[in-house]
C-alpha cells in the first residue's frame, strides 16, 4: 500500500506563486512516473505536468512557461512550481503516482485558488 500526500495549496493573488508538494510514502515500491492533475468546479479532471523517473516532462499547454515539475526520488516527492498565476489556474490539485508494478495512486487533493 502506498500513501500519497499534497501539501501546498492556498490562496494567492493573481501574478502570485505557489509550491506544491507530494510525498509517497509505504515500503517495497518503484515509482515510474509522478505527476499533477487539477480539477475545477463542474469540470473533468486534466492533466496538469508529469516527471518519469529518468526525469523527463511533460506539461500541459496552459502550464508550460509559468509551471515547473521536479522530482526528489530519494525522497520519493515530486513538486510543481507554479507561477503566474491566473484566476482559471484555481481548481484542486490531485498528485499521482504511477508504480512499476502495482498501478496508480493518488492523492486527496490540494486546493489552489487565485484570487483578488
Known amino acids: 500500500q502506498v500513501r500519497v500526500v499534497e501539501s501546498g495549496g492556498g490562496l494567492v493573488q493573481p501574478g502570485g506563486s505557489l509550491r506544491l508538494s507530494c510525498a509517497a510514502s509505504g515500503t517495497g515500491f518503484s515509482i515510474l512516473v509522478m505527476g499533477w492533475y487539477r480539477q475545477a468546479p463542474g469540470q473533468q479532471r486534466e492533466l496538469v505536468a508529469t516527471i518519469t523517473s529518468g526525469g523527463s516532462t511533460k506539461y500541459e499547454d496552459s502550464a508550460k512557461g509559468r509551471f515547473t515539475i521536479s522530482r526528489d526520488s530519494a525522497k520519493n516527492t515530486v513538486y510543481l512550481q507554479m507561477n503566474s498565476l491566473k484566476p482559471e489556474d484555481t481548481a484542486v490539485y490531485y498528485c499521482?503516482?504511477?508504480?512499476?508494478?502495482?498501478?496508480?495512486?493518488w492523492g486527496q487533493g490540494t486546493q489552489v485558488t487565485v484570487s483578488s
Open positions: 499521482i503516482v504511477n508504480l512499476r508494478i502495482g498501478g496508480n495512486y
